[in-house]
């Protein structure tokens, strides 16, 4: 017989002391274990869950303060850099390419010499002109003489009236052949011209596309250099349909726009110009429209076909709060910064950030200015924990 068991009435054994009690013991077993568990995690986290921890178990922050000062309203969005002009160099004329006066990437100034064709096909065309035109005034001068002895003579009787009318035809179709050799010759001229190529503007000469000794045709269309404006150049991007309002306000309000260019997002300012101008009508495919910008680019910074990352400045929110970046962290429901409060306990506040700018965030709601936030050591941090500074609040 097991210990704790009795014998029943009718003589058989009775269930033993466990199986008469095991409920009871269940139940006791499970209060211990969670006495245990709580008596593990009050030694485990400390007394500083209520905030009244000691500094040693406190959470080591960096904060900074939530400031109130102006704040640029900005759109950014990627954009290409567009030279305002970009002329391909090509002849207007036939015939050999003589000499080529420019070196590759050359600055070049508007008029200035680029290349030569063979021009004594065009000097010989030019004084073949000349030669017709000089005899074409000889044949009107001699037409001339005719014409006024005719009216002389018809004072006197010696001529009718129509041979008078045969001599002024004549001479008008002397002056006639004259003025057409004239313009034959300032043909010549002006072919005998083009032989000699200048530059039509202020730019930088690309690669060299044909070679001294090569024939161009006007025909064909030959091009000899591409001549690109670097300065001032502009800058053309895209924004959405819903920021036009706001641009046309900024424009009305400020004239013109400032606009920042970076070379990536985030990336450190390159360029600073201004809009001057944005396109009429938007694009229904993208639902987008176009603007463009002016840079000076003296320092040569941007480059045609460039991608960058443009910032416009719209409008200028005058007391805006602004904390450091860092301080924004993203939860399930949004995202919070940690305050930190006079008592040195950290508390979680839910705000709503309007834009990033330079490392900083305008927050639209959820702070009022002068608020303590953490900016670094969120990490296992926990509403209600006591902090430790690491340092002063970063201005």
Not at 231 to 242: E, H, R, T, W, Y
Request: aromatic share 6%; with cysteine; hydrophobic share 40%.
């Amino acid at each position: 017989m097991m210990e704790g068991q009795e014998f029943s009435e009718t003589g058989e054994l009775g269930p033993t002391w466990f199986e008469r009690n095991r409920a009871k013991v269940v139940v006791a077993v499970a209060c211990l274990v969670v006495l245990i568990g709580g008596y593990l995690l009050v030694a485990h986290n400390g007394p500083s869950a209520g905030g009244n921890g000691s500094s040693a178990d406190a959470a080591v922050v960096v904060v900074a303060r939530a400031q109130r000062r102006e704040v640029p309203l900005t759109l950014e969005a990627p954009g290409t850099v567009t030279p305002f002009h970009s002329v391909t160099i090509r002849s207007r004329v036939d015939g050999e390419l003589r000499s080529v006066e420019f070196r590759e990437g050359d600055e070049v100034r508007a008029g200035e010499l680029l290349a030569r064709i063979d021009p004594r096909p065009m000097e010989a065309a030019l004084r073949q002109a000349s030669a017709s035109l000089r005899r074409e005034q000889a044949r009107l001068g001699n037409a001339a003489i005719e014409y006024q002895r005719a009216e002389a003579l018809i004072k006197q009787g010696f001529v009718t009236q129509g041979s008078l009318d045969a001599k002024r035809t004549q001479l008008e179709q002397a002056k006639a052949e004259v003025d057409a050799n004239r313009g034959m010759v300032d043909s010549a001229s002006l072919q005998l011209g083009y032989a000699t190529i200048r530059s039509p503007i202020d730019g930088r000469t690309g690669f060299r596309l044909i070679d001294p000794g090569s024939l161009v045709s006007a025909a064909e269309r030959t091009a000899i250099v591409v001549v690109t404006q670097q300065s001032p150049i502009a800058v053309v991007f895209a924004l959405p349909q819903k920021d036009l309002a706001a641009v046309a306000r900024g424009m009305r309000r400020y004239g013109r726009l400032a606009v920042e260019l970076a070379e990536g997002q985030g990336g450190k300012v390159i360029a600073r110009g201004h809009v001057t101008t944005f396109d009429n009508a938007i694009d229904r495919g993208s639902g987008t429209f176009q603007v463009k910008a002016s840079f000076t680019n003296s320092d040569r910074a941007l480059w045609p076909g460039q991608y960058v990352q443009v910032r416009l400045i719209v409008d200028k929110l005058p007391n805006g709060i602004v904390v450091p970046l860092d301080a924004i962290q993203r939860g399930p429901d949004g995202e919070f910064v940690f305050l930190v409060d006079d008592k040195g306990i950290a508390r979680m506040r839910a705000v709503s950030v309007e834009q990033r700018l330079d490392g900083m965030a305008l927050v639209s709601r959820g702070l009022t200015g002068g608020e303590t936030v953490v900016v670094d050591g969120q990490y296992g941090l926990r509403p209600g924990r006591q902090v430790r500074i690491a340092s002063g609040p970063r201005r």
